[in-house]
């Protein structure tokens, strides 16, 4: 092969493997606009100091972002403009079956295709929020806003209902001491955590699928001896790892791997439509996707069902603590009562006690918080000026038996 295909010929090749990746705009841009990117997560969004020093520190670790793919219709693939030829080849084939993934799978149902136009107009809203009501009092709510977003707080944002396992949905909907124009900040929060929070429970597979085409495209496309050695480096860096790291390039390309070795490319389509991370490698990791990662090569069935567990626990949406909305008017009094979904992992208490505070500061009332420490049941309260920690008796709590627990 000589000259490096333009895009128009690899969407052409992304079709004919059988990916479906929609309408791409494919921009290329300067580091510091892929720095930004990466920092705020979506264009357009909403400017709060978090944000700034998330691309501060973005810009110091010196990682280089090489692109960004933003949900929408079309997605746009935002491309480091100094990439090398062979690395932006290989970038673009990723970001097509990026937006492959993120136009079939289940759990980005919900993120809505004018993504980036709702984001902006949200944007202009706090900016006139804060002209009305004073900067300070608009940052006042977005620090706890966007500190319980995908954080301490976070637990599954369902968009259009606020459910038991919603909790930023719940206090935009019922807090009783906020303001509209405060509920609606929650609100947008909220709205913006739903693509963000596809995104983080299917972070093995998008990338693992991504992974796993781009090998394939950039195979089909038959490159010549000097390209093809460079290709063999890119993806060799791209999927490297050191036993006991988590690369979720090399875990999903694995993982897909397994699916095709079993049941074809089809049952991978399939996979890439209804799998995020926890069922793809509870339905799919076996063995040899194990040794493949360097996991354990040989020994009985219960030392890979451990290492399998422990693998589980790191990824997706088992990353974050649970957290369970258990009552919204705890002893009468409007008080929001929390569990969290133990599972051998305790929390960390200082970090739950400022979550809470953030919750009581948007709620408006004491909030409460059962969990396990030290292997007892523990009750952290907090009434928005201090927190209160009490050892609640065996039995003893709002719903002892399904949260909170050792």
């Given at each position: 092969m000589g000259a490096i295909p333009d895009d128009a010929i690899l969407w052409e090749l992304a079709?004919?493997?059988?990916?479906?990746?929609?309408?791409?705009?494919?921009?290329?841009?300067?580091?510091?606009?892929?720095?930004?990117?990466?920092?705020?997560?979506?264009?357009?969004?909403?400017?709060?100091?978090?944000?700034?020093?998330?691309?501060?520190?973005?810009?110091?670790?010196?990682?280089?972002?090489?692109?960004?793919?933003?949900?929408?219709?079309?997605?746009?693939?935002?491309?480091?403009?100094?990439?090398?030829p062979v690395l932006d080849l290989v970038v673009r084939c990723h970001a097509l079956a990026h937006a492959d993934f993120i136009r079939h799978n289940a759990y980005f149902a919900g993120v809505p295709q004018d993504l980036t136009e709702r984001v902006t107009d949200q944007a202009a809203r706090v900016r006139r929020y804060a002209a009305r009501y004073g900067q300070e009092a608009v940052e006042a709510v977005l620090d706890a806003a966007l500190a319980l977003a995908l954080g301490a707080g976070a637990t599954a944002p369902v968009l259009g209902q606020a459910t038991s396992d919603d909790l930023l949905g719940l206090i935009a909907a019922r807090a009783p001491g906020l303001q509209p124009w405060q509920r609606d900040l929650v609100a947008m929060v909220r709205a913006e955590t739903v693509p963000l929070a596809a995104q983080l429970r299917t972070a093995v597979a998008n990338e693992g699928w991504a992974t796993f085409w781009h090998r394939r495209m950039v195979r089909a496309l038959e490159l010549d001896g000097e390209a093809s050695v460079e290709f063999a480096r890119v993806h060799a860096m791209?999927?490297?790892?050191?036993?006991g790291d988590l690369n979720p390039y090399a875990l999903g390309e694995a993982l897909f791997e397994a699916v095709v070795a079993r049941g074809g490319t089809a049952a991978a389509f399939r996979a890439r439509q209804a799998e995020d991370d926890v069922s793809l490698v509870r339905n799919h990791c076996d063995l040899a996707v194990a040794v493949r990662l360097g996991g354990p090569e040989a020994g009985t069935a219960e030392a890979f069902g451990a290492w399998r567990d422990a693998l589980l626990r790191r990824v997706g949406w088992n990353r974050l603590p649970q957290i369970a909305v258990e009552s919204v008017n705890h002893r009468g009094r409007g008080e929001l009562y929390l569990c969290h979904r133990y599972d051998g992992r305790e929390l960390d208490l200082d970090a739950a006690v400022g979550a809470l505070a953030l919750v009581a500061r948007l709620w408006g009332r004491p909030v409460h918080l059962q969990t396990v420490s030290a292997g007892r049941s523990r009750l952290l309260s907090h009434d928005g000026r201090?927190?209160?920690?009490?050892?609640?008796?065996?039995?003893?709590?709002?719903?002892?038996?399904?949260?909170?627990k050792p």
């Open positions: 079709r004919a493997l059988g990916l479906d990746p929609g309408p791409v705009a494919i921009r290329r841009v300067p580091a510091v606009a892929l720095d930004t990117l990466a920092a705020y997560l979506l264009p357009g969004r909403m400017h709060h100091w978090s944000l700034g020093r998330r691309y501060e520190h973005i810009r110091r670790s010196g990682v280089r972002i090489h692109e960004v793919v933003v949900p929408g219709c079309p997605a746009t693939v935002y491309l480091w403009a100094a990439n090398a791209v999927t490297g790892c050191q036993p201090s927190p209160v920690e009490a050892v609640l008796p065996p039995g003893g709590g709002e719903r002892p038996w399904s949260c909170g």
